[in-house]
Structures are given as C-alpha cells and as structure tokens.
C-alpha cells in the first residue's frame, strides 16, 4: 500500500514537473519534489522496522493459536460425529414403526367420505349408521326408474354377494340406498329388489335425509329429462364397501364386473384382518 | 307416489319387455337403413316409415323418459362409430359447401 501511494506520488510529481519543464524560470516544484521525495524514504524506513517488529509478534501468535485450534478442531469433529451418528440413527426405520406409518397413512389419507345418517328402510325400521357397525358393508346409491345402469348395478351386487359367500365364506350386508325418494317408496323398494335378491337391504327416507347422505358420500345426483309427472335422475353409479368401523375403503365404479368387485371386496377384507 | 302403489313397469317384467320392443326398433332401424328416413324420434333421431310399427311398440312398453334416454345412447352411439368408421369420405366432421368466397 505505502509503496503504491509512493508510485502514485511520484508519477504525479514526474508529470508535475514534466509539464513545468519548459519554463525553467520556475523553480518552485521542483524544489517540493525533493522535500517530499526525502521525508518519504525517512517513512519508508519507519515501515520495514515496524514490519520487522510484527513479524516477531506474528512468530509467538502463531505459536500459541495451535494451543486454540487444535482443541477446537477436535471439538467440532467430535460434534459432527455424534450429530451424523444420532442422524442416522433417526432416520432408521424400524420394522414395527415401518408398520405404524403405513396404516396411520392410510388413516390419513382416506377421503372424507361417510357419516351419520338416519333412514327408513322396506319394513319403516329406523335405521342409523350404527347399525351397521360390526359388519361390512357395500353401499348403492341408485334409484328403481334408473332404465338400464340402476338394474345392472344392483345385479352384479346381488351376483358379488353370492360370489363371496359360496366361493370364500364371508357375509356382507348390501344396501341400496335410493336418491329418488319421491317415488321410491318402500313398498315399490321391496318389490324392486327382492327381484334381484332379498339381502339387500333397501333404504329410502325423507328428502332432507336421503340428500344429507348423498352429500356425505359424494354421491352426484340431479333430476333430469322431465316430461310430465315422469323423470329420470342422473347421478354416479358408485358401490362403497364400509369396513366393520364404518370406513369408506373402496370405491367401485361401473366398469367392474360381479367376480372382480367380489375378488377386490375379498382383497380388502384380507388386508383389513392381516 | 302413494305408499302401497308399485310402479310395475321398472321391475323385471316390464324391464324386459321394454328393452325387447327397444332392441326389435334398433334392429330394425340398422335393417332399414337404406330407407331414407323421414319419421321423427325424440333426440333429433330419424327412422324410415318401414319401422313405424316397431317404433310403436317400442313406445307403448317403455317410458317416455326411458325412450329419450335410449333414443340418445343411439345417436351417441352411431356418432362414435363415424369417427370410428373405415370409409374416409364419412369420417371425421362433415364439410359443409361454403356459400360464398371472396375473389378478387
């Protein structure tokens, strides 16, 4: 730094005097320039004895820093070993815990489908959401006008029930659940369904009711193609299999057939008793 | 709906009759299809005048609501089977004579 501020200063009195050279009448700064020329080698001096002076103060420093740093060094490895080692030994996944996550995921990530709900059903039973409890469940939502969808659904439910009686052994209630309670009454249920099989369990109840457990279920329904007195509902032709707790687990659209929804239904019952 | 009176026409019996008159009309309809077609059904779907009869019973053993409905499944049906369908010249939307273009 010294030695760039004497270059500089130098450079500006060369140029200084390079400039008044031509009027040798002049002979003010160049006279300057020599002054400050030697009270500069006098600073230049101070400096190299300072510097030697420094030197030996940086020898003894560097002397006893050692005694700081190695201790240190030592310090901050021993802490990254340990955090590395309790890092690990955090992030180990041990089998039973593996186990927890898996079903408190499925807990977790299970849609917010179902709730309490009070119906009617064939006989004017009052029947809740607790009776179900215990049982498995599949549950249809339709209604008797549907022209062609409706009679196929309760069909292969009537079919997927057989099925998983005679070829595994296991009883589930089937419901179904009208979304047209206007006509449905449950003399027309009863007729309806003890064409297909007289398990299933009908259920129908006043509007309010029947919608509140539409909207529970996610169940899509809207009346259409009006004509006169006569129409049709529109609505989504999903099976819900409830779990003894009254858990949605699955949700079976149109496109299985009777085997498949009996051998999904039969998968899920395994899972569950594992 | 009064308690007591089953509507007799969506149970099994009258299922199947319905869909037997509407299968017999269907039938009919792809058998006359070469007729050109001039009676009007529900969905903007025309028949030819040789399946008046059918179309009759269709009507008298379904619903109304149940006939529109599969009146649509039909047109939907042959809409999809257009674009599905190997001659060129009726794939694809139609192509409609343009009334005027601009020439300079």
């Keep these: 730094m010294l030695n760039s501020r004497l270059v500089a200063l130098s450079l500006r009195h060369g140029l200084s005097a390079s400039s008044w050279v031509p009027r040798p009448t002049r002979s003010y700064p160049l006279r300057s320039f020599v002054s400050r020329g030697y009270s500069n080698g006098t600073r230049r001096r101070d400096h190299n004895l300072a510097r030697q002076l420094s030197d030996d103060n940086e020898l003894s420093n560097s002397q006893s820093w050692i005694y700081y740093v190695i201790p240190t060094a030592l310090l901050v490895l021993a802490g990254a070993a340990t955090f590395i080692h309790y890092n690990d030994e955090k992030r180990v996944i041990s089998q039973e815990s593996k186990q927890d996550t898996i079903t408190a995921r499925q807990n977790i990530n299970r849609p917010a489908i179902g709730g309490p709900f009070k119906l009617y059903d064939i006989e004017g039973n009052l029947v809740t959401e607790s009776d179900l409890r215990g049982n498995w469940t599949l549950m249809y939502f339709g209604y008797t006008s549907c022209p062609d969808v409706g009679p196929e659904e309760v069909q292969k439910m009537a079919d997927g029930i057989n099925i998983l009686e005679s070829k595994y052994n296991i009883k589930i209630t089937p419901i179904f659940i009208t979304i047209d309670p206007q006509r449905d009454a449950p003399a027309q249920l009863k007729a309806y369904l003890q064409e297909f099989d007289s398990r299933i369990k009908g259920l129908t109840g006043p509007i309010d009711a029947v919608r509140q457990i539409a909207q529970e279920y996610r169940v899509f329904f809207k009346k259409v193609d009006e004509i006169g007195q006569d129409y049709l509902v529109e609505c989504s032709h999903n099976m819900y299999l409830l779990d003894p707790n009254l858990d949605t687990v699955r949700c079976f659209g149109v496109e299985y057939d009777a085997s498949q929804l009996s051998d999904a239904i039969m998968a899920e019952v395994r899972k569950a008793s594992k | ?104």
């Excluded at chain 2, 399946?51 to 053993?61: L, T």
Aim: with cysteine.
């Design chain 2, 1 to 104: 709906m009064a308690d007591g009176a089953v509507m007799t026409d969506v149970l099994a019996q009258g299922r199947a009759a319905c869909y037997k008159a509407r299968d017999a009309f269907y039938a009919c309809l792809e058998r006359e299809s070469d007729k050109k077609p001039t009676e009007i059904a529900t969905v903007g779907l025309l028949y030819p005048a040789e399946c008046k009869k059918s179309r009759a019973d269709f009507v008298a053993n379904c619903r109304p609501t149940w006939v529109k409905h599969f009146d649509r499944q039909y047109c939907a049906k042959k809409r999809v089977q257009r674009l599905l369908d190997n001659d060129e010249s009726r794939r694809g939307p139609i192509s409609l004579p343009q009334p005027y273009t601009f020439k300079p």
